[in-house]
């Protein structure tokens, strides 16, 4: 991975800057001095409800804001999207023919059961993400052959073939170590009582309401956690939601509507920060998903599935720039890719389809399909139901008949991975590596693949991509499957989101990073 050490060695002066503002001389007291420890912060989940707390299994962004308070990784983002370590020691060591990957692990160590982290814990939990049935990660480390441990702190990945995207994966929930005891005890019931490495421990659940995390009596940075407790409640409602963070009744908003903006920006007790994310939002197509997830896939049959003109003129019809205006104010960012403007690996060669109306009625005709109806599945929540809306009459008006299905967000997922629904109104949050965009989603093995979507020349393109070792050949690679999955919309890609945070004043500490994850496990009242 080309600068591989910058990062690091950014760690390290970050560090060394924070020692000596800490080690400075007497003078004016500082608001760092005046803050309080203690108290209970509630934070709105605005992305639905989070799904299984196992990273193994999980696949919800409001799960992975979760996460970040008791599950620790090998390694993290920084504020620069830059890959920094975490439980890690360092940044990995990587062989000539790039087949071996040596991370060595911090010492000393403790999951929050008081069992010790060591490489024998990163071992099991990488073998768990590639064996358990179900595994959401399956395939973000595919290319691994095995992990080992060589002692108790170093642990070393053989891989089949390079993979350029590893370190990036062990970034996220393929990084994120659990508790080899909890795994024996409760197996891949994990999720009801999951125990990792963290600033708090998992307390309890109220299924469609809330998530209460404690404050870790056992982890090894404890002196800089301030919160008694954190309590993560989900917000469907927008309106409701701000409500509630104008009110007190949370202290934290993970995302401010376009339509609650300007009442939470004009609220004197409140604040908002933005970052714009990775990720997208957009409509994935039910293609092949037939038999299930990875059952084998063909054919659905249906219109949309059928009809690659069809395909078209739906995504034809949809003016993202109105939507941007009419459904979220103007605060997002219209595209068209799997990555963002944000990210480094953006290519603007690859163009959109353009809004053409016109000619979506016309394809709609030559579809040879009678009054197409299409089934659109869309979670439970106001902003959700809006832009479906908007679609729903741009759809309309090209001769498509658009049927929203309301489902809750949990459910939705279980319906997408059965392959029981035409179309999917979902997004992705995004990841550093444009790997973690694409590969699971469009590749024939992708453990997310819920279109059923397999293309040979694509997956080949995709699995070399992988294995390039410089930036300029992945970026030509990706280009080319960019250009591919435009054609033949697996999923059609609406725009990227701009995440606004709203939270009160009285807090410090909170967030927000380019993964636009909010981050809350070290804030603190003033």
């Not at 991975?1 to 020692?19: C, D, K, T, V, Y």
């Not at 052959?145 to 642990?155: D, F, I, M, Q, R």
């Not at 309890?204 to 404690?214: L, Q, S, W, Y």
């Amino acid at each position: 991975m080309n600068g591989i050490r910058g990062p690091a060695l950014l760690g390290a002066a970050l560090l060394l800057a924070l020692s000596l503002t800490a080690a400075a001389g007497a003078g004016p007291a500082r608001q760092f001095d005046t803050a309080k420890n203690g108290g209970t912060l509630t934070i709105g989940l605005t992305a639905g409800e989070p799904d299984a707390l196992d990273p193994t299994l999980a696949r919800t962004f409001s799960g992975r804001e979760v996460f970040l308070t008791f599950c620790e990784k090998l390694y993290d983002l920084n504020s620069k999207a830059q890959i920094v370590p975490m439980l890690a020691a360092a940044l990995p060591t990587i062989s000539k023919d790039k087949l071996t990957v040596t991370i060595r692990l911090r010492k000393g160590i403790k999951f929050n059961d008081g069992t010790p982290f060591n490489a024998d814990a990163v071992v099991k939990t990488v073998q768990r993400d590639q064996t358990l049935k179900g595994s959401a990660r399956a395939s973000e480390i595919s290319p691994v052959e095995s992990v080992t441990a060589s002692g108790a702190s170093t642990v070393v990945f053989h891989l089949k073939t390079p993979y350029s995207p590893l370190t990036a994966q062990l970034a996220d929930r393929a990084g994120m170590i659990l508790s080899p005891a909890q795994i024996d005890k409760l197996g891949d019931k994990f999720a009801t009582n999951p125990i990792c490495v963290g600033p708090f421990m998992f307390d309890n659940r109220v299924a469609g309401d809330t998530i209460t995390v404690t404050k870790s009596p056992y982890y090894y940075n404890k002196k800089n956690v301030h919160l008694d407790k954190i309590v993560f409640k989900v917000e469907n409602d927008a309106a409701a939601a701000a409500a509630a963070l104008k009110a007190g009744d949370l202290q934290v908003l993970d995302g401010v509507a376009s339509t609650e903006l300007q009442g939470v920006v004009h609220t004197s007790s409140l604040r908002v920060i933005k970052q714009t994310g990775l990720g997208y939002q957009g409509v994935t197509i039910n293609l092949g998903n037939k038999n299930g997830l990875l059952k084998g896939y063909a054919n659905v049959g249906t219109p949309i599935a059928a009809s690659e003109k069809l395909r078209e003129a739906f995504e034809m019809a949809i003016d993202r720039k109105a939507m941007n205006k009419v459904v979220f104010g103007g605060t997002v960012l219209p595209g068209c890719t799997p990555i963002s403007p944000s990210s480094a690996w953006y290519d603007p060669s690859v163009k959109c389809t353009p809004y053409n109306p016109a000619k979506a009625k016309q394809l709609v005709q030559q579809s040879g399909v009678n009054n197409p109806t299409i089934h659109l599945m869309v979670p439970v929540g106001t902003v959700a139901l809006r832009q479906a809306q908007f679609m729903q009459s741009e759809e309309e008006a090209v001769g498509i008949h658009l049927v929203i299905d309301s489902t809750d967000f949990v459910t939705s997922l279980s319906k997408a991975d059965a392959g029981t629904y035409d179309t999917f109104q979902i997004g992705w949050s995004g990841r550093v590596d444009p790997d973690g965009n694409i590969y699971q989603f469009v590749g024939t093995t992708g453990s997310q693949n819920d279109s059923g979507y397999s293309n040979p020349r694509l997956d080949l393109i995709l699995n070399n991509a992988r294995k390039a070792a410089t930036e300029q050949a992945r970026k030509t690679l990706y280009r080319a499957a960019q250009k591919i999955m435009l054609a033949d919309r697996p999923l059609v890609y609406l725009y990227h989101p701009v995440t606004r945070v709203g939270l009160n004043k009285s807090l410090k500490g909170v967030q927000l990073f380019p993964d636009t994850l909010t981050r809350v496990a070290f804030a603190q009242y003033k």
